[in-house]
């Protein structure tokens, strides 16, 4: 069971703090001295984030992933903590095509890395016969994947496999060589001497939530957004108790499948005994309300089809009221082509970093499928957003 107190809450916070020593990103165009963007340098860049999260555990980074996207191409590093017995403590992932590096990190203690995590999938879906470890494929901010080199399918952290020849670019089991990877550069002075610097952050108090594959093995069935409100529904309190508790249920949660409106998805279809889930961003808020009425309690809403401006995120966390973030990614159609497919994720905080004139505007989440994760806002991969806000 994930329950998370606010002890955890002041451990997570400091992301913004352990954020300290990150550099802006550079281009190459730059006129300035450059790097290329190494394993030691992404390892060197983590090492002041242990003392931030959980300062006096000695945290420390333990290993450096290297992050490639759908195409081959290089993009950063994933780099995974340990504790001082050398137990898991999480990982950070850094992109160099997001301000400020950091695109997403999720450090709690007993958490283990970003390879671990897909692994973990990976088994769950019985496709880790030969996996490729030392190479992580990125097809979002949030869905990471490693390639199988004995069936030639890509598992990826939210559970779902895909056949290497039906990704958008059709990456191959060789496209993991390193030597074939162009390098990164950044500028050195950002490394030495760039700083960045808290202005503020806050977070909703203890949430409860239940993973996926939890999810998936008591209803048979998943879909985001109805993830998202069922956690968002754990901590929602009525005279009698939490208006649902998330790890017993079960039924509540195709209650508010049926509330939503939530379809079949046509292009994910039932296997593995689930059925998967496609719900209209617009109909979060109204199936919520009206799940919510049903069980004589009462809240309201607001819903915003065009990508909310931060500030109204961190109005929401600071009033201590629920929102679900959705955005539209590229993914691959299963045909060797690509759409866009959206992802809701329910809100739990924010941090904002600054340096000189730039902000790294973050979200804090649960990611939907098994992780709280802190995710940069200001990531320009996404094809649409929207926001739905509560007023509890």
């Given amino acids: 069971m994930k329950k998370m107190t606010r002890r955890d809450f002041l451990r997570a916070s400091a992301f913004a703090g352990g954020a300290l020593l990150l550099p802006k990103r550079a281009w190459a165009s730059s006129s300035d001295n ?9 390892l060197e860049l983590s090492e002041s984030l242990g003392d931030c999260f959980a300062p006096g555990a000695g945290i420390e980074p333990e290993r450096a992933t290297r992050v490639v996207d759908l195409s081959g191409s290089h993009r950063g590093w994933a780099v995974d903590f340990c504790g001082t017995g050398g137990e898991p403590y999480g990982y950070a992932v850094f992109d ?3 301000d400020g590096l950091l695109l997403q990190a999720t450090i709690t203690e007993g958490k283990g890395g970003l390879v671990d995590s897909i692994r973990g999938a990976a088994n769950g879906a019985a496709k880790s016969h030969s996996l490729i470890e030392d190479t992580v ?3 979002s901010p949030l869905q990471f994947g490693l390639v199988d080199g004995a069936s030639e399918v890509v598992t990826f952290n939210n559970f779902e496999s895909i056949p290497i020849n039906a990704l958008p670019l059709a990456v191959s089991p060789q496209s993991v060589d390193p030597i074939q990877w162009e390098t ?4 050195e002075d950002d490394v030495r001497q760039g700083q960045y610097q808290i202005t503020d952050a806050n977070f909703l108090y203890d949430y409860d ?6 999810i998936k093995a008591h209803t048979g069935s998943y879909a985001c957004a109805v993830s998202a409100l069922y956690s968002i529904g754990g901590t929602l309190y009525t005279s009698s108790g939490p208006l649902i508790s998330c790890w017993s249920d079960w039924d509540e949660y195709q209650k508010i499948w049926d509330f939503t409106q939530t379809k079949i998805d046509e292009g994910n279809p039932p296997h593995g005994g689930v059925t998967y889930g496609s719900t209209s961003s617009e109909n979060i808020g109204a199936g919520f309300q009206s799940y919510c009425a049903s069980k004589g309690f009462d809240i309201g809403y607001s819903y915003n089809p065009r990508r909310p401006a931060y500030v109204r995120f961190k109005e ?6 629920h929102s679900v973030f959705t955005a539209g990614i590229v993914t691959s159609d299963g045909n060797g082509g690509t759409k866009v497919d959206g992802h809701a994720m329910a809100v739990y905080g924010w941090g904002d970093i600054k340096s000189n004139n730039s902000t790294m505007a973050n979200l ?4 939907g499928w098994q992780n709280m994760v802190f995710l940069n806002y200001s990531y320009t991969g996404f094809q649409w957003a929207t926001g739905t806000f509560f007023d509890k």
């Fill in 34 to 42: 450059l790097v290329p963007f190494t394993s030691d340098i992404a």
């Fill in 96 to 98: 160099a095509e997001v």
């Fill in 137 to 139: 494929l990125m097809a």
């Fill in 184 to 187: 990164i550069m950044i500028r």
């Fill in 209 to 214: 939530y239940a993973p996926n594959y939890e």
């Fill in 316 to 321: 929401q966390v600071s009033e201590q009221k």
């Fill in 364 to 367: 804090f989440l649960f990611d």
